[in-house]
C-alpha cells in the first residue's frame, strides 16, 4: 500500500557486483515534494543507488519501493505504471541520435499506445515551451544541438508524460556557468509549478546548494550523512570535510547564512 509521506522507501539495501560491494544496509524515504540530492565520490554508488530506484538493477538484499509499488520481483503491469509516473534526466541526455528533437519527445507518448498524432503534436509543443526551446528547433537533430538545449530536450522528454517523480543524473555537468544557473532556474520553476518531487545525484555545489532540501552523502559503501546542509556539513567524516572544506564549496555556501 502507498505510503502517502513517502514517494520512495528504501531498507536494508545491498549492493554488490560479483563479490565487491558497492552499498551496504541503505535505509532512506524520500518525502513527497522534496528535494533529495545524493553525494559522493566517483564509485560511491550514486548511480548504482538511482538504478536500483529505478528498478533498472535488482539490489543483492533488501526493499525499494516507489509509490508503494516493489521496483523487483513485480507484476510487470504494475512495474510499467509505477515507472510511468517518474521522468529520469540522464548525464548526458541520452537523446536518440536518430530521432529528431520532436520525436525524442514523442516517444514515450508514443509507447502508450492511448494517443493519437494530434494529441502527441499538442503534447510535444506544450513539452518544448515549459523548457523554454523554440518550435522550429522540434526537427532538429541532437547533433545540431548544443550542450544546453540537450539537457533542456532530455528534460522535456523526461516530463513527457507529466511524472510526479524526477530523477536527475547529473544535471548540470558538461554546462558552462551561465547555462548552468538557467538550467536549475528552470528546474526549480518545474519543481515548483508541478509539486515535482526529486532524486538528484551531482558533484556540482552550486547545483546543490541551490535545489537540495535534503542531501545524503555516500561513502564507504553507507550512508554517512543526512539530512539538511548545515546538518551534513558539520559532520566530520573525512569526505565530508574534504568536499565542504575547500575555497570553491565556501563561495558556494556563501549567502545561505540562517537557511543552513
Do not use: C, W
Not at 522534496?34 to 550514486?46: C, Q, Y
Not at 516507489?66 to 510499467?80: A, D, E, R, T
Not at 508524460?161 to 543524473?169: G, Q
Amino acid at each position: 500500500m502507498e505510503n502517502k509521506d513517502y514517494i520512495i522507501e528504501i531498507k536494508g539495501l545491498y549492493a554488490r557486483f560479483g563479490t565487491h560491494a558497492v552499498l551496504e544496509n541503505i535505509n532512506l524515504n524520500i518525502h513527497h515534494g522534496e528535494v533529495l540530492t545524493l553525494v559522493g565520490s566517483s564509485g560511491s554508488g550514486k548511480t548504482v543507488l538511482l538504478r536500483n530506484m529505478l528498478g533498472l538493477e535488482t539490489p543483492a538484499q533488501g526493499t525499494v519501493l516507489v509509490f508503494g509499488q516493489p521496483m523487483y520481483n513485480s507484476n510487470l503491469n504494475k512495474l510499467q505504471s509505477t515507472r510511468n509516473r517518474s521522468g529520469v534526466l540522464f548525464q548526458k541526455g541520452a537523446l536518440f541520435s536518430a530521432l529528431s528533437v520532436y520525436d525524442n519527445i514523442a516517444l514515450p507518448l508514443r509507447e502508450l499506445h492511448t494517443l493519437d498524432e494530434d494529441m502527441i503534436h499538442s503534447l510535444v509543443m506544450l513539452k518544448l515551451k515549459m523548457v523554454e526551446i523554440e518550435p522550429q528547433h522540434a526537427s532538429k537533430m541532437p547533433s545540431e544541438l548544443s550542450g544546453g538545449m540537450i539537457k533542456r530536450i532530455a528534460l522535456a522528454r523526461a516530463m513527457a508524460l507529466d511524472p510526479e517523480l524526477l530523477f536527475l543524473d547529473e544535471p548540470t555537468a558538461g554546462l558552462d556557468p551561465v547555462l548552468s544557473d538557467s538550467f536549475v532556474k528552470l528546474i526549480q520553476t518545474l519543481r515548483s509549478e508541478l509539486s515535482l518531487t526529486i532524486v538528484m545525484a551531482t558533484h556540482d555545489l552550486d547545483t546543490l546548494v541551490a535545489l537540495s532540501d535534503r542531501v545524503a552523502v555516500l561513502a564507504d559503501q553507507h550512508i554517512v550523512a543526512l539530512g539538511n546542509l548545515s546538518n551534513v556539513i558539520s559532520s566530520s567524516h573525512p569526505f565530508i570535510t574534504s568536499y565542504f572544506g575547500g575555497d570553491r564549496s565556501k563561495r558556494a555556501l556563501t549567502g545561505i547564512g540562517n537557511n543552513l
